[in-house]
């Protein structure tokens, strides 16, 4: 059994993530594993989602993006879809009051076209209503896949050389990271997955591009804000190289 105070109290503050991403796996199996249907399975995900978005507004992480239907997703079978689509209207619903009272600002990136008609509206709703706040920015991949992002962003760039907006010669990582849906939120510095997968699933591929990495057994309903805390504790005994030697890097932290 974890103990919540002694690992929070390990976390150096001053060294927290600036943007974590969380690769939300494993519903389906937990609930299978206790003998019930899928969707029991994405219904208690939603508390583990409500623990740790309440965990990470506490620390003072600025950007938490969950990823919480990929494009893939709406190949699954009809009533699953439809069960999940059911429950992000409810949960939207309920938790605007909540995220406005923690000053938390909503975001959502991924092809919301796709979206039923009353979850866009429920969710146009909740980006407006909580557009004042300053605190953790919380950012909903639905219906989001990296491969549909970057050939949107293609597509984008393309119109605009066409229009003469944007000179091909002059493109460079700044103008792409302008066209991605991604475009106001600095990279993720660490990125977690849940359930004992080990892969990225079409996530985020161009912005992970320094993330740490970090793979939990834990599936998704059972995560709660000691496991993120486990997690960050992990980033925080890396050395981050960024191509650079461990000298360098050590020297620069000597230097201050
Ligand atoms: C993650 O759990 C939630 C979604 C993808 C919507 P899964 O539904 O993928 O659960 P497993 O991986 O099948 O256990
Ligand atoms: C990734 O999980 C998508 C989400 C968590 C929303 P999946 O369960 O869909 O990924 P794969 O199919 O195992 O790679
Ligand atoms: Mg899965």
Redesign the pocket.
């Known amino acids: 059994m974890l103990h919540q105070e002694p690992l929070l109290s390990k976390i150096n503050k001053d060294r927290l993530p600036r943007h974590i991403a969380i690769i939300m ?2 519903n ?1 199996r937990w609930a299978e594993e206790k003998g019930q249907e899928r969707l029991y399975g994405h219904f208690h995900g939603v508390e583990s989602v409500r623990d740790i978005v309440e965990g990470a507004a506490e620390l003072g992480i600025q950007y938490l993006t969950l990823y919480a239907f990929s494009t893939e997703n709406w190949d699954r079978p009809q009533q699953e879809v439809e069960g999940l689509m059911g429950l992000l209207v409810d949960t939207i619903h309920k938790e605007v009051p909540i995220l406005n009272k923690n000053n938390i600002r909503l975001h959502v990136i991924g092809d919301m076209k796709m979206l039923p008609e009353n979850a866009y509206r429920e969710l146009q709703e909740a980006l407006q209503m909580t557009e004042k706040n300053t605190g953790l920015n919380l950012i909903m991949a639905l219906s989001y896949s990296s491969r549909w992002e970057l050939v949107n962003a293609v597509k984008n760039i393309a119109r605009d050389v066409k229009t003469g907006k944007v000179d091909p010669e002059g493109i460079c990582a700044d103008t792409l990271q302008n066209y991605l849906t991604t475009s106001e939120f600095p990279d993720p510095e660490l990125m977690i997955r849940t ?1 004992g997968e080990y892969r990225i699933s079409n996530f985020l591929l161009y912005q992970l591009a320094y993330a740490e990495l970090y793979f939990t057994n834990t599936r998704w309903p059972d995560f709660r804000k000691e496991n993120l805390y486990e997690a960050i504790l992990d980033f925080q005994s890396r050395e981050r190289r960024f191509g650079k030697t461990g000298q360098q890097i050590q020297e620069e932290t000597t230097l201050g």
């Open positions: 796996d494993g389906g359930s």
